[in-house]
């Protein structure tokens, strides 16, 4: 080999090793990601437990692997993996027609026994979904012939079909993952009828989906879906740039993992385009009206914050009117709740004089109101992992400092926000209406659940009556009857102060420009992967 020859290839070695090292990651895009046949979607948690009858689990990651009967649509409900279906004339016996053909992931067949025992396997587990009313009203399930089954009730029940339609409980794996005919400690896979099954998880790291050749649907375009962690803000946003990841979404926890003007430099670098659904929820704040020995008890302190939240604000500056203020508990578009309720709008003297006629006075010299030696201090709890979250608490901490009103802000992950309001530890925390899907009556039905927003709601003059009247518009069959007991409730919770609103809140997704067929469910909580394509 000659020298010249020599020194050639030394050249070339250094320069390989040169632009290896300046690659700064743009070496993923050489992949299935760049070549169009993959999505890589960032999320700021782990998709956790995926069996469908617990809780645990990213209800987006769910939502691709497991189906229910039927689908709540913005045209009503539809059939899914039930054709059809009949009701009794008492509302009591609902028969359903399965899909013929449909399989599990792991080959096994879908018919009627396979629904059977896993409607069974939640009722098994009842107290655990005591928030859906449903659950307490089935009696029985019955196979009729291998595609036809019969779910029969204690009583009438309207929100039967959109209670089966939700992402969970009442979906269905295989009988071959049961663990002792059970789940509700636990499957030994994850093998649903949906169009991606889950291939691959690697806790805290990632989750790989691949497509269902044998969907009863027809086979997704998008073959491969990744799910990987990585934290919200500034470390998603360079992993777009880079192209390690090609999609984000608002997840089922309400997590953002980009704020408004890091979707927008996304977008005007001609990669990326931003897709937002309709309004599907109304962000707020529950207060813990059941706590006695705090402020937040007290009608008068929660009437206050609820005039010192400058809700225009916090829409333009945080969220660049993409999301609009709020000022009831449901918009006017979720049914039953286009109801007359007084606006309250921010009004920082207003709110000072409602403190003041309670008795909670600022001394001078003093930052803070104090009543019989007690100082009007309390914390609100908000999710780490969202930037928007943690933006508005340092928003109203400072806006109801104010009005002599301490906060103290606590941030930390969704599940253990979940577990204080369940348990009532917590004095505010930020929280969301179910959605369009779901909404009035799951949220509604969750003001007496215990595992819910019982302690939101327990603690309030007219506690009884607000239950009396849930337990009754729930089994109504008369549409004027309805519309006046969610007036009824609605305005009783209105009235109170207990749920907060802020925004009215959307799902906004962040995807390649040549994505094609990114659109919305009904719920918030999952997106039609298979209807997606590559052009």
């Not at 004339?89 to 899909?99: A, E, P, Q, S, W």
Request: hydrophobic share 35%; charged share 25%.
């Amino acid at each position: 080999m000659t020298r010249r020859m020599v020194a050639f290839l030394a050249a070339l070695m250094a320069l390989m090793v040169l632009l290896s090292g300046c690659s700064d990651g743009n070496d993923a895009k050489t992949g299935s990601i760049a070549q169009g046949k993959e999505l890589v979607y960032a999320t700021a948690k782990d998709i956790n437990d995926m069996n469908p009858h617990l809780y645990p689990g990213s209800m987006s990651a769910q939502g691709m692997v497991y189906e229910s009967l039927v689908e709540n649509t913005e045209d009503g409900i539809k059939p899914l993996l039930a054709e059809s279906w009949e009701i009794s004339n008492d509302g009591k016996v609902y028969t359903f027609h399965l899909r013929q053909g449909v399989k599990f992931h792991d080959g096994e067949p879908f018919d009627a026994e396979a629904v059977k025992k896993n409607i069974e396997a939640v009722q098994k587990n009842a107290k655990k979904h005591s928030w859906i009313k449903l659950s307490t009203k089935i009696v029985s399930c019955n196979v009729i012939d291998p595609y036809t089954v019969q779910l029969v009730l204690s009583e009438t029940y309207y929100p039967t079909l959109v209670e089966l339609s939700m992402t969970r409980p009442y979906v269905f794996i295989s009988p071959k993952n049961f663990i002792n005919g059970e789940t509700k400690d636990g499957v030994n896979g994850y093998n649903g009828t949906g169009p991606y099954r889950l291939a691959e998880h690697k806790v805290d790291q990632y989750a790989i989906f691949e497509a269902n050749e044998n969907y009863w649907g027809g086979a997704p375009k998008v073959k491969k879906i990744t799910a990987k962690v990585l934290p919200a803000g500034e470390t998603t946003f360079l992993a777009l740039k880079k192209g390690e990841v090609n999609f984000v979404f608002t997840d089922d926890r309400g997590t953002d993992s980009l704020d408004v003007e890091a979707m927008n430099k996304l977008a005007e670098s001609g990669d990326y385009q931003i897709v937002r659904s309709k309004a599907m929820n109304t962000n707020m704040i529950a207060a813990n009206s059941s706590k006695l020995d705090n402020p937040i008890h007290e009608t008068a302190v929660r009437l206050a914050i609820w005039h010192a939240i400058d809700r225009e604000t916090i829409s333009k500056q945080i969220f660049h009117e993409t999301e609009p203020a709020a000022y009831t508990l449901f918009s006017p578009n979720v049914n039953y709740a286009n109801v007359e309720l007084k606006k309250r709008g921010y009004d920082l003297e207003k709110a000072k004089k409602i403190l003041d006629e309670a008795g909670w006075i600022l001394k001078d010299g003093q930052t803070v109101r104090t009543k019989s030696g007690n100082k009007l201090d309390m914390k609100l709890y908000y999710d780490a992992n969202s930037s928007s979250q943690k933006t508005q608490a340092e928003f109203i901490q400072n806006s109801l400092k104010k009005i002599g009103i301490q906060l103290q802000l606590v941030g930390e992950e969704s599940t253990s926000i979940a577990k204080r309001r369940s348990t009532g530890d917590y004095d505010l925390l930020f929280n969301q209406t179910w959605g369009l899907a779901y909404d009035p009556q799951s949220t509604v039905s969750a003001f007496a659940s215990e595992s819910s927003y019982y302690h939101t709601t327990s603690g309030i003059t007219k506690a009884d009556e607000l239950y009396k009247k849930i337990d009754q518009v729930m089994v109504s069959t008369d549409e004027d009857t309805r519309k006046s007991l969610y007036a009824d409730i609605l305005t009783i919770v209105h009235e109170e102060a207990v749920f907060i609103p802020i925004t009215n809140g959307n799902v906004t997704v962040i995807a390649p420009k040549n994505l094609q067929g990114v659109s919305f469910k009904q719920t918030q909580y999952e997106l039609p992967f298979e209807q997606m394509h590559f052009k």
